[in-house]
């Protein structure tokens, strides 16, 4: 078994389809998925289906991602090893994110919705390819794990609005994960750069930048028209600082004014 394997050797089956992340970024967003979805629209049931198909790919990268941490580091101190208790930290999120992938698949049936009807990009794994464990922690564990509870947080509450207590009930129980996993994060980023502010900015630094490109040219937000909610109270338990949201905040605000 290999160490550090390329995002493009992911192994899939014919069912899925693979688009680049220039694709992903650059495609237009159908249906105004940069507002909030309206179960009274006409497309309501199409955009939850696709959103929920981009939260099942998303949970198979994650597991991926977390098991690469795993077994990419070796145990120890040095700037490319990573302490035993991490590793036990990153198995017991794997374990997490494979349980989210069947549930994902069963909610995908639930509301009608075939594995591989959307496409995948695999740009979640690549914010776990970074050589420094520290950056994957920050890019996997801060940004793209605490836009999963955004995006849980979200879908739970939309599934109380088209009253569909199954979509509710699992999102809302892989919500609970999503908390755990931000926060083992934000504890680890922080012993592991004790005394190395400069590894930390730059850790923070390539956080903020994974975190603008899923900010969807606004699609995320905190105010009424935003598809994404900001979950600020989920975010404050996960280990996030107010200044820390409030920049997720700035950053979103910008982007749906530039789109």
């Known amino acids: 078994m290999r160490r550090n394997i390329a995002p493009a050797e992911l192994a899939r089956d014919s069912r899925f389809h693979r688009i680049s992340t220039v694709e992903r970024f650059s495609e237009p967003r159908p249906g105004g998925d940069e507002r909030k979805m309206d179960p009274a629209a006409p497309d309501v049931g199409e955009r939850a289906r696709r959103q929920m198909h981009g939260i099942f790919v998303g949970e198979i990268q994650a597991l991926e991602g977390a098991g690469r941490t795993c077994f990419d580091y070796d145990t120890g101190a040095g700037s490319g090893e990573v302490p035993f208790a991490l590793k036990l930290d990153m198995a017991r999120q794997c374990w997490d994110e494979a349980r989210h992938v069947e549930i994902s698949i069963k909610l995908g049936d ?37 836009l999963a509870i955004d995006v849980f947080n979200t879908m739970r509450d939309f599934g109380s609005s088209v009253d569909d207590p199954v979509l509710h009930f699992c999102e809302d129980w892989m919500l609970a994960d999503e908390v755990t996993h931000v926060r083992m994060g934000s504890t680890w980023l922080r012993s592991l750069t004790e005394g190395d502010p400069d590894r930390r900015s730059r850790a923070l ?35 996030f600082t107010d200044d820390e949201i409030d920049h997720i905040a700035e950053q979103a605000a910008a982007a749906r004014q530039a789109s």
């Open 110 to 146: 639930h509301m009608g919705c075939g594995i591989g009807e959307y496409a995948e990009s695999v740009t979640l794994f690549e914010a776990a390819c970074h050589d420094d464990p520290v950056f994957r922690l920050a890019g996997v564990n801060r940004a793209l794990e605490g």
């Open 205 to 239: 630094e390539f956080q903020s930048a994974v975190d603008d490109m899923f900010n969807f040219r606004g699609a995320r937000g905190e105010g009424d028209e935003a598809s994404i909610r900001l979950a600020r109270r989920f975010r404050t338990m996960a280990g």
